[in-house]
Nanobody
Framework: VQLEESGGGLVQAGESLRLSCAASGSIFRINAMAWHRQVPGKERELVAAISRVGGGTWYADFTKGRFTISRDNDRNTATLYLQMNGLRPEDTAMYYC???????????????WGQGTQVTVSS
């Protein structure tokens, strides 16, 4: 599975960004897809996740209704999105797309990762 993120950038506090992650390759291996983020010197944290079947979702508390995860699936590709509204300086991080063979509720290890897209929010 190959993952390629896009959509990051520099915005001011209160503005919005939409991240995308295009998945290709062995799509049949993908069940849950998720966004994680990491700031240098801190551990990577899960932002939001979505399962393939039923579209069930999970969000970290810090998203507080500001972020929305979604995905499009077809036979050969899958695309993951993260709509981020009301961005804050503390949302500044590298955002990574990842996939899991299990659903988000039972995923113990995310198998495949993208290279990340940088989000920077100025105050």
């Amino acid at each position: 599975v190959q993952l390629e993120e896009s959509g990051g950038g520099l915005v001011q506090a209160g503005e919005s960004l939409r991240l995308s992650c295009a998945a290709s390759g062995s799509i049949f291996r993908i069940n849950a897809m998720a966004w994680h983020r990491q700031v240098p010197g801190k551990e990577r944290e899960l932002v939001a996740a979505i399962s393939r079947v039923g579209g069930g979702t999970w969000y970290a508390d810090f998203t507080k209704g500001r972020f929305t995860i979604s995905r499009d699936n077809d036979r050969n590709t899958a695309t993951l999105y993260l709509q981020m509204n009301g961005l804050r300086p503390e949302d500044t991080a590298m955002y990574y797309c990842a996939t899991c063979q299990a659903g988000w509720a039972t995923c113990s290890t995310y198998d495949y990762w993208g290279q990340g897209t940088q989000v920077t929010v100025s105050s």
